[in-house]
């Protein structure tokens, strides 16, 4: 059965560092989705991506954020100057009807 | 304001005993109703949506629009069930971001 993947499944990052988080989507799905968990908190949506370009975003999807699908199949969150706050993991998702999420990447901002 | 909220952060049970999840939300519109479940070390995974009606290991769900509540029920809980559960909603319509609650951890004791 196709499965979201996600790489790295850890990274350690120092703080005012980029970083680029990568996904794997299901090959036939055209919705992507990043979300965030910070720890012992609810797992909170960042943003949508359809036909190449964001469909909508939260809050917390600042400037500081970008996402990209540069080659038809992976798709990346890129953190531009990581903060401490930024420590979490981070879900991509995709979707035809149901969202399937990946295994997640944890971020470790020091 | 759109809300999901899961009042039992953790929920311990013996097997066999009957099983009951809360969720309640808050949604202007009639959103889609979700559980989510992540077992131990896995990823989140839909268990059950509100349109199918389904029962899914046991597990049922019925939207109560009057209460604005979709509480997981099961009727004698194993060992296995054992993980977090999230209840979600989104929109109706495909691509919709997923908004969560904060989860029930549920310990099924034998």
């Known amino acids: 059965e196709p499965e979201v993947t996600q790489t790295p499944s850890h990274q350690v990052t120092q703080m005012g560092q980029e970083v680029i988080l990568r996904c794997v989507p299901i090959?036939?799905?055209?919705?992507f989705y990043w979300y965030r968990q910070i720890l012992g908190q609810k797992v909170e949506f960042l943003v949508s991506?359809?036909?190449?370009?964001?469909?909508?975003k939260s809050e917390i999807f600042d400037d500081q954020f970008s996402v990209e699908r540069p080659d038809g199949s992976n798709f990346t969150l890129k953190i531009r100057s990581t903060k401490l706050e930024d420590s979490a993991m981070y879900f991509c998702?995709?979707?035809?009807?149901?969202?399937?999420f990946g295994p997640g990447t944890r971020l470790t901002v020091l | 304001a759109q809300r999901v909220t899961q009042p039992e952060k953790l929920l311990s049970v013996f097997k066999g005993a009957p099983v009951e999840l809360k969720c309640n939300y808050s949604?202007?519109?009639?959103?889609?109703l979700f559980w989510y479940v992540q077992y131990s070390r896995q990823r989140l995974q839909l268990l059950l949506r509100?349109?199918s009606r389904e029962s899914i290991k046991g597990f049922t769900a019925d939207l109560n629009k009057g209460e604005t509540s979709f509480h997981l029920k099961k009727p004698f809980a194993q060992e296995e069930d054992s993980a977090m559960y999230y209840c979600?909603?989104?929109?109706?319509?495909?691509?919709?971001?997923?908004?969560f609650g904060q989860g029930t951890e549920l310990s099924v004791k034998p």
């Open positions: 509100h349109i």
């Open positions: 949604y202007s519109g009639s959103p889609e």
């Open positions: 991506f359809y036909n190449n370009e964001i469909s909508e």
């Open positions: 998702a995709s979707s035809h009807n149901e969202q399937f």
């Open positions: 090959s036939n799905h055209l919705y």
């Open positions: 979600a909603l989104s929109r109706h319509n495909q691509g919709g971001k997923l908004i």
